[in-house]
């Protein structure tokens, strides 16, 4: 949806002058809203022991999680990468949640080094680690309202964690192995709008880690509830009551851990936090008609893929085309794929070439899923600070950085020479 009003007045007053000097496409986001998105969410739990671990995976640029570990952010990631930009950013411990999918060896060596809370999404991975982290803590499979999700799949589909059915089993086995702090993981949703909906599949992960709990002899540490909280993309789209889904969730786990101590609450929200704070700038390059009325832009899907690829929609707005007769038009950038569009049969004042237009809700999965694909390069990333500067917090890629990895000499690998090698001939019974 559209951007917030704070973000618009802070924003639009300097855009224009901003495009003239620096140029476009660029990604740039609201430092003041991303802050105000956090402290809202850590305030929604009160004085109750709640922590918030950023999705790295959703904006992976150091200014903007160095931004949220200031306001006592913790950091969420699948990947050795996240783990070592975690650790340049001074993340130690359980500053780190740790949860990954079909985990080699290597990388949870590297989790359990850095001492962050690490997630087992699977009994063998388990099986094979050695030595136990401090905590031990398993994904439960997608059940209950989260089984849901066709992004995540039902427990009969998906790819992620154990079957809910054979968890007991698994916190009995770490028992045996001599852990001694225990923890549940439970991805509830993804990119969900019902507030209702998202407490009750969060309220089914707290009522799952009581009977887990009691059947296996443990007692839990914590229960993290995932993240997946969804954001307004479309006009007319209500937000999420956020303070209503910590009121569910305290009062869940309340309910099902009335006596002694009640495990923290911890969460991995992403999108939440920062996609309703960036916009993608953009310049209007081109007006054509191809049966359709064409407004190509200088930016690509290699800089925010979600319309090409998931079909998902991002508002998009030409702030100084008001007044302009309205028509519908498609939006496209100049990538050699036809879905590379941001917008079809939109409704839009007439853009002219040379326009300004904003791409709405890219401070998440934006610049982070973007690729390089036929030589369209990532563009940079801009941050509006609180006090009103503008800060370039990453730049645009260039074709150095396209060809960083080639070999511009190939070089002959030793397994490849010493297969070339000529071999002593076996002996053989009749030799």
Not at 238 to 258: G, K
Not at 333 to 347: H, P, Q, V, W, Y
């Amino acid at each position: 949806m559209p951007i917030s009003e704070g973000f618009a007045r802070r924003l639009l007053p300097v855009l224009d002058e901003l495009v003239a000097g620096y140029g476009t496409p660029f990604h740039i986001y609201d430092a003041h809203g991303i802050t105000a998105t956090h402290r809202a969410m850590t305030a929604a739990f009160g004085d109750e022991p709640f922590r918030q671990h950023f999705a790295v995976k959703a904006l992976p640029t150091p200014a903007v999680l160095e931004l949220l570990l200031a306001e006592g952010s913790g950091l969420d990631c699948a990947s050795p990468v996240e783990l070592e930009l975690a650790g340049r950013l001074g993340a130690r411990g359980d500053d780190v949640v740790f949860t990954s999918n079909n985990t080699a060896p290597a990388e949870y060596d590297l989790a359990l080094k850095a001492g962050a809370l690490i997630t087992f999404d699977d009994r063998t991975i388990f099986d094979r680690a050695d030595p136990l982290p401090e905590t031990v803590a398993f994904r439960v499979s997608p059940h209950g309202l989260a089984a849901g999700s066709a992004l995540m799949g039902d427990a009969a589909h998906t790819k992620f964690g154990v079957p809910a059915g054979e968890l007991a089993d698994a916190y009995r086995a770490a028992r045996r192995r001599g852990a001694t702090r225990f923890g549940i993981h439970g991805m509830i949703c993804a990119n969900e709008l019902d507030g209702n909906r998202a407490a009750r599949a969060a309220v089914d992960v707290i009522e799952l880690g009581a009977r887990v709990a009691a059947e296996a002899g443990i007692t839990l540490d914590y229960v993290n509830i995932g993240g997946g909280l969804g954001i307004p993309y479309q006009p007319g789209e209500t937000p999420l009551d956020f303070q209503a889904f910590a009121n569910a969730v305290l009062a869940a786990r309340r309910r099902s851990f009335p006596r002694g101590p009640a495990p923290r609450i911890l969460m991995e929200c992403g999108r939440y936090v920062t996609g309703p704070h960036g916009v993608l700038v953009t310049r209007v390059v081109n007006r054509a008609r191809k049966g359709r009325e064409i407004a190509g832009v200088d930016a690509s899907m290699s800089a925010l893929m979600r319309p090409g690829f998931y079909g998902a929609y991002h508002h998009i707005s030409l702030p100084f085309a008001a007044g302009r007769p309205e028509g519908t038009f498609d939006v496209v950038g100049s990538l050699c794929e036809n879905m590379d569009k941001f917008a079809i049969d939109r409704t839009l004042p007439e853009p002219r070439e040379g326009d300004i237009l904003l791409v709405h809700d890219t401070g998440a999965h934006g610049h982070a899923m973007g690729f390089t694909y036929n030589g369209r390069l990532r563009p940079a990333e801009l941050l509006l600070t609180a006090d009103g500067g503008i800060e370039e917090i990453r730049r645009a890629e260039t074709f150095a950085d396209y060809l960083a990895t080639a070999r511009w000499q190939p070089e002959p690998l030793p397994v490849a020479a010493s297969a070339r090698a000529p071999h002593r001939k076996q002996a053989t019974h009749g030799d």
